[in-house]
């Protein structure tokens, strides 16, 4: 059995060593080149043959870049500029907040420059120019133009002021988001064709020459509309969505969210693709052939990413996990057979026979062998399942191997919480320890038994107490303002402190909440381990001259190896799951001055949705409190080891 076991374990770990190792090629990899400086992205253009990508970007300049990012040019507008769009002859229109349009050559000189009068919020057009738009800050309507000369030629009046603009390839369509929830499609002359609309603001709106439109919304959705303006498929990202495009044949839909995320899902609204990239993701845009797809970011970054190798790794990520899983339930298999024949040669078989006869007794214990499994063990073996993915319950879920924990190990909130951490655990060993143990050794050698039952009860008729009125309490005493530490030192002539608002002083002010730090279930623990130990052998101690100081140190300590084992244990397993308290006392802050890594898992799963980062979180906090365990556990011998 022994070497089938082994074995089967190597199978198994050849298995995911393999998935571990694909994780980088699923995952996407990009070229990317940097504007002149960490400028946010706020439009992207890909000419008609995809040999030219246009920049616009908050630092006043649109740039054009060749399709491997060489520089050709960067101009400068006196605001930001808003938007960017290639027409078919190789020119480039570019809006901005200094309230003009502009028309550009293939050199970036310009070849008109218009007065809107008000800040232009965007520019788009088709392929060849023909149909050219425009919208402007508090006008409700959309502005046509002749981009030979940048004259209006007509405007379609929607009623309300458009944020958002897109026109098809062909120019057939153009569709605008607006502040009241709607996406609003019109004709290239203007003429209003339907209104679709979505739940949240609208930040982004893309169509296609069928007339299907994108609509990305800040409730972290992407939702399709078919030509005869049906919602059709939603997708979900993980934050808010900052862009949309969709491919000319309208196959494709990208995404980009304000968490660095971009996404490529089919029209369907099938996940095909998606990766991460350091700051927020800001624009997407296709070429035309739809086989390149280029993302803008607030850190003034553009990344090129080849679609149909994306596609081609994800759809190879699926099969190598789907060999993975029946390779594990082969191995698992072969392991279960080899365990059932080596009982079978040590004649043990019959322990099947015992079973089936307590056969009642085991179905009655099923209810809670099903909700311990449910709720304590789906639980911790989904979060280490998951960890290695990007995982959206109900949405998205994406295999990205490693990734979470690469990410891990550059977060500075982790970093710095890990600082936190180890400063918790050595004060939280004190604090666990010490205090506990002088009040349990103090109410042992109490000579009045009804004194010592008096004293235990005090102490414990403060567990009635819940432990978030404790906090709360604590909260109010260290207030700046009313708080009664500060009245204290007032009344002394000294200076309040801002104790949970300094950044300096935050920490040790959690630190010393709960003084003088009697934990309850630690002090019941000491003095049970105190009244195990025999009187007979502190009897003959006294008899051989060791005063009190003595027994303690010789005796009492020693014979309380185990107590100080579980309790070493415990605390090391609560301070580094715990982030309750900080989490009500000072959220993390101020700054990141109180942050801990538990904390950083909270916020990753419940406000920011990442709940593939979160589980990995929370599968790096087990591993360091499983070998933490294990050492302690070797290390640590009880009197009876």
Known sequence: MALRSKQALVAMWIVFSAVFTFAGAASGNAAAWTLDAAENVTSLSVSADGGRIAVGSYGAKAYSFGADGTPQFAFEARNVVTGVAFLGDGSLLVSSDD????????????????????????????????TSAYIAQGQPAV?????????????SDIGIAPAQLSVSPAGRYVAAGAADQYAYVMDAEGLLLRRMGVTGSIEAVSVTD???????????EIVIFSPDG???????????VTDVALSEDGAFVAAADYSGNVYLFSRDGRTLWSSRIDGAGRQVAFNREATAL????????????????AVASAKSGAAVRTAAIVFAAAAAAALLGGGLLALKRKRKLSVFVEAWRARYVYAALLPSFALIFVFLYYPAFSGLFHSLYDWNPGGRTVFVGLANFERMANDPYVTKGLGNLALLIVTGLVKTLVPPLIAAELIYHLRNKRAQYGYRTLFVASMVVPAVAGLLIWQNLYDPNVGLINKALEAFGLPGHAWLGDPNSALWAVIFIGFPFIGILQLLVFYAGLLAIPEELIESAKMDGAGLWRVIRSIHLPLLSGQFKLLLI????????????ILIVTGGGPMDSTYVPALQMYYAATVFNDLGYASALGVAMFAVILAITIVNMRLIKTAHE
Request: proline letters at 2%; glycine letters at 12%; aromatic letters at 8%.
């Open 143 to 155: 502005f046509f133009i002749d981009p030979a000369t940048g004259e209006t030629v007509r405007e």
């Open 230 to 240: 049906a919602a059709s498929a939603a997708m979900t990202a993980k934050d808010v």
């Open 99 to 130: 309230r003009r349009l502009y028309k550009l050559d293939e050199a970036g000189r310009p070849v008109w420059e218009k007065d809107a009068k008000r800040q232009v919020k965007s520019v788009a057009a088709s392929r060849d120019g023909a």
């Open 210 to 220: 069928d007339g299907t439109v994108a609509v990305g919304t800040s409730r972290n």
């Open 570 to 581: 415990l605390c090391l397993i609560g301070v580094i799951q715990d982030f309750g308290a």
């Open 294 to 309: 280029y993302l803008g970011s607030g850190a003034g970054t553009v990344h090129a990413y080849d679609v149909a190798g």
